[in-house]
């Protein structure tokens, strides 16, 4: 089993455990939630180049779908963007890393029926990585692959059904163009409206 299989598991496992054994009442709300913020130094990108990055930032949107008090499904899109320099060589070049974030999944609520909702959530999806050297001597490419997401976080609901968040994000997967595993974890905040429930 890949390291990605387990990763989304153990998550999808540790969310369902936190729910209480009777069933669960029907709830029917939608929400949309906008975030940003920053993303770890990149590592797996370069083979055997010498590249420093240094911290990205992040911003996207998230969507779920409530269908249980405890259950939604949950959407998430990120854009994340980042500069650094190859000094592979001697050379002194430019580089700039894009990453976007496609992901969909199962969110747990931890607590409910309070002004404070702490969230765990498990899923997965895809990930474009793109490489852009600025250089004729760097390189280039352009690759998707999927990933595992797992992450948490927490909900505080304002008035008039509006809420702020703050949730860190973990994606893992296997970047083919360089034979490296990645594990690619954000922290960011945001603002929400819900209509429903």
């Not at 387990?6 to 906008?34: K, N």
């Not at 959407?75 to 320099?85: H, R």
């Not at 001597?137 to 008035?159: C, M, Q």
């Not at 702020?164 to 296997?174: H, K, L």
């Amino acid at each position: 089993m890949s390291g990605v299989r387990r990763l989304v598991l153990a998550g999808l496992t540790a969310a369902f455990a936190a729910l209480p054994a009777d069933a669960q009442e029907s709830v029917s709300s939608f929400s949309l939630g906008a975030h940003g913020g920053l993303i770890n130094d990149p590592a797996g990108y370069d083979a055997d180049r010498i590249v420093s990055y240094g911290m990205g930032v992040r911003f996207g949107a998230t969507a779920n779908l409530q269908l249980y008090e405890r259950i939604s499904v949950r959407g998430d899109v990120s854009l994340t963007s980042k500069s650094g320099t190859d000094t592979s060589g001697g050379i002194n070049e430019s580089v700039d890393l894009g990453r976007q974030f496609y992901g969909a999944g199962v969110e747990v609520l931890l607590m409910t029926g309070g002004s404070m909702e702490p969230y765990v959530h498990a899923g997965g999806g895809l990930v474009v990585v793109d490489r852009q050297g600025q250089e004729l001597n760097s390189y280039a490419y352009d690759v998707t692959e999927f990933t595992g997401v797992v992450g948490g976080g927490v909900r505080l609901l304002l008035e008039s059904n509006a809420f702020v968040f703050a949730d860190v994000t973990t994606w893992t997967y296997q970047n083919h163009i360089v034979d490296e595993s990645n594990m690619d974890t954000s922290f960011s905040v945001g603002f929400g409206y819900r209509w429903g429930g």
